[in-house]
């Protein structure tokens, strides 16, 4: 043990190597050696009248993809994601400026555990508690009721893209959870983003006799940009592969995830579940090069 101790000490190189071989060794095999698997899965396809995987490549199972049933799919769960990225943005941002440049140190505190709070508890509990919050008789409709403003539920769920039967099951119930279950992301990294603002900086633009409005724009904005950009990483892409929810709360128009779900499990057509895993990986390649000229990195 000594002589191994001595060996380690004088190859300080040797230590690093043995401390980061089983993790490499993990990234490697099982992440993306099964990204790799995915990737030639792709590439086969599905015997239409058999049934079974033929694993010679080509690229019908991607022409798949150009069909009109499954671009509405992308379309459709690429508007969710970038309608939750937006509104999560504009209900955090005024919070966590809030938690990070007027709250007492104390309070900050409270703050900053009753957003993250949420996410102790069960995604799945989560979720189906809001079943039950937006379903016909949830506490909403029966708020609504109270005041007289059923007729205004009822107008929106008769809206063609984002109605339903009811809150349970329609867009709009998915927006409301998806928009719940991600905000926290979007708080910390903008919060973070705003707590490097120096307050010399807003103090010299007040003395420069600039506005409130003025002095977000120009200095506040700018500076705590990257945080929302942070923020908007985790959202687009966490509701972008989401199925839960649109599982949960969602109708028969399938999003990515409930479409992957589907071909690898009910009818077993691993080429295309594959191949439709594939986009929205390059879709988040393309958001995350984009986040980075923007400085995304620098706040998380």
């Known amino acids: 043990m000594a002589r191994l101790a001595r060996l380690l000490y004088f190859r300080p190189r040797l230590v690093l190597v043995v ?38 490549f080509t690229g019908t199972t991607y022409a798949e993809l150009l069909l009109p049933a499954n671009l509405d799919i992308f379309r459709r769960t690429a508007g969710m994601a970038l309608a939750v990225t937006v509104a999560d943005a ?21 703050l900053y555990i009753a957003v993250t709070i ?30 007289h403003l059923d007729f205004a539920l009822d107008w929106v769920l008769s809206l063609p893209v984002i109605g339903g039967p009811s809150l349970s099951i329609s867009p709009i119930g998915m927006f409301i959870a998806f928009c719940y279950i991600w905000l926290p992301y979007m708080i910390v990294p903008i919060q973070t983003a705003l707590e490097r603002v120096p307050g010399s900086l807003l103090e010299a633009s007040g003395d420069l006799g600039a506005r409130s409005w003025q002095t977000f724009r120009n200095v506040i904005l700018p500076l705590a940009f990257p945080g929302v950009v942070a923020g908007s990483i985790f959202t687009f892409s966490l509701t972008l592969g989401d199925f839960i929810i649109p599982q949960v709360l969602g109708n028969s128009r399938y999003f990515i995830g409930q479409a992957i779900y589907s071909h690898q499990g009910t ?22 090069l984009v986040a980075r000229k923007l400085g995304a990195f620098d706040a998380l």
Do not use: C, H, Q
């Open 19 to 56: 401390l980061l071989l089983p993790p490499m060794a993990y990234l490697f095999v099982v992440y993306l050696g099964s990204l790799f698997a995915l990737l030639v899965n792709s590439f086969y396809r599905l015997d239409g009248f058999s049934g079974l995987i033929v694993r010679e």
């Open 267 to 288: 009818s077993g057509n691993l080429p295309l579940a594959a191949a439709m895993t594939v986009v929205p990986i390059l879709i988040m390649l393309v958001y995350l």
């Open 118 to 147: 949420p996410l102790w508890s069960s995604y799945l509990v989560r979720v189906y508690a809001w079943k039950l919050i937006l379903a016909k008789e949830g506490i909403i409709s029966w708020f609504l009721t109270l005041l």
């Open 90 to 110: 504009l209900i955090a941002f005024p919070l966590a400026y809030y938690i990070a440049k007027v709250a007492a140190p104390r309070l900050r505190t409270w």
